[in-house]
């Protein structure tokens, strides 16, 4: 069965059948058929080092043994697969874990709202909670900021490219300086005066949304004064708090939640990509109480009750039961660091910087298109990575969490010779 379907399928399926919208098929062009951990294999039993995770969604790594048993288990009893938002035992489960294993350690009082299976989802339902609880309009997003593609994502979408992708005029929003597009001091202070001073145009927002590391955006990553100094503004001027948690969230930066180290606490949490664990379609949005302002069904959605998903998102939650994985991402996260500091020394022709934090950090070029060549390179030799940033400037390492230093190394490797053999070519 299997060997039949290899013959059937290769790439020319793609080009001739799907809309030239397709990317990820471009950027990886070959027909994946198997994964495990940190790797995949295409059908011609090629493998390939996962330093790209699903964007973010597969920080357990692809098909975690326990977590499929599980799911095996779950259809093999008949059990409910799709149940909207009725009360399921799986979507019970995974609530009163979720509320043990993270929010109550973190002392933190959300209610879990469930918006649609995506991320986009969850950032459309926090933008429309924040107008209905404050009865005010404008969002106020950032430089370089992604959160989706749906048209109030966009609205708040720092690239050019993909707003236009709208095809109407996006309103009701309000771009600010994020951290490092100028410095932590300018941009509060720039922020602060435009919502105070008057005579900017600037409406006071009904919230401020950012991510606390940019993902699509070049892994630009927000200093821990500029998270505070944000948090103190909107709490001052009575502006809520809205965290796009995910990409940088379940983990990702080595706490659970992304702000964590920041200490600062959001009126809303957006949470999707590995929070289901397995890949499968979730996403939640947290809310503090006094914001549980819609009615019943003023915001639904047909898939909201992605029973499979809550399975093996339950299953997630054990990870967070003590601090060894946490560690473990920290001493990964160091490895990783120190990889990119060396090779940004090694090799002074990619005229590079590092970016990011945690298992979410970047090398960003300073010569036009060579870190899309690098992952060009990189992936005929085995390695699965993409670029961010607005030019593309960016490599990004994205690996699941649950790699060993090994299987970093490995990937280290291609990429170092992936380097050498683009940087000769300059
Ligand atoms: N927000 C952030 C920070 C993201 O990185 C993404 C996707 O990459 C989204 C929102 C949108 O999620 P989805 O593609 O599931 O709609």
Request: glycine fraction near 10%; aromatic fraction near 10%.
């Amino acid at each position: 069965m299997l060997i039949a379907e290899k013959e059937n399928v290769t790439m020319e399926t793609f080009e001739s059948l799907e809309s030239d919208v397709r990317s990820y098929s471009r950027s990886f062009p070959t027909v994946f058929e198997r994964s495990k951990g940190y790797k995949l294999w295409d059908t011609d039993g090629k493998e390939y080092i996962d330093f790209f995770a699903g964007a973010g969604t597969l920080n357990y790594g692809h098909n975690n043994d326990k977590m499929k048993q599980l799911l095996i288990d779950y259809i093999a009893n008949d059990s409910i697969t799709h149940s909207l938002d009725m009360a399921t035992v799986a979507r019970g489960k995974f609530l009163e874990k979720f509320n043990e294993i993270i929010l109550e350690p973190r002392n933190l009082d959300y209610k879990v709202m469930f918006p649609g299976p995506t991320g986009t989802n969850s950032v459309e339902s926090a933008l429309k909670l924040a107008r209905k609880a404050t009865g005010r309009t404008t969002i106020m997003s950032f430089t370089n900021a992604f959160h989706g593609m749906t048209i109030g994502a966009l609205s708040i979408t720092g690239n050019e490219k993909i707003r236009k992708g709208a095809g109407v005029p996006l309103h009701h929003s309000v771009s600010m300086p994020f951290d490092k597009f100028v410095t932590t001091e300018e941009s509060l202070s720039f922020i602060e005066s435009y919502l105070t001073k008057g005579g900017t145009g600037v409406e006071l927002p009904a919230a401020i949304i950012l991510e606390t590391v940019q993902g699509e955006g070049g892994i630009n990553a927000a200093s821990i004064e500029w998270l505070q100094g944000i948090e103190k503004i909107a709490n001052k001027l009575g502006i809520l708090l809205i965290v796009d948690d995910i990409q940088a969230g379940c983990g990702r930066t080595g706490t659970f939640f992304s702000f964590e180290p920041a200490g600062i606490e959001p009126d809303i949490v957006c949470l999707s990509k590995s929070l289901s664990g397995y890949g499968l379609p979730m996403s939640i949005t947290l809310l503090k109480e006094e914001l549980d302002v819609f009615t019943p069904g003023e915001h639904n959605g047909t898939f909201r009750g992605n029973n499979l998903a809550f399975i093996a998102a339950t299953e997630a939650l054990e990870y967070w039961t003590n601090d060894l994985f946490a560690e473990d991402i920290q001493d990964k996260s160091e490895f990783l660091k120190q990889f990119i500091i060396e090779t940004i020394e090694k090799y002074p022709e990619l005229k590079a910087k590092a970016r990011g934090r945690g298992l979410m950090q970047g090398v960003a070029c300073g010569v036009d298109g060579l870190a899309g060549e690098i992952c060009e390179k990189a992936f005929e030799k085995g390695l699965l990575m993409e670029t961010s940033g607005p030019k593309g400037e960016v490599f990004k390492f994205l690996p699941p969490l649950m790699i060993d230093k090994a299987g970093l190394q490995a990937g280290f490797d291609i990429i170092e010779e992936s380097i050498e053999e683009v940087i000769e070519k300059l």
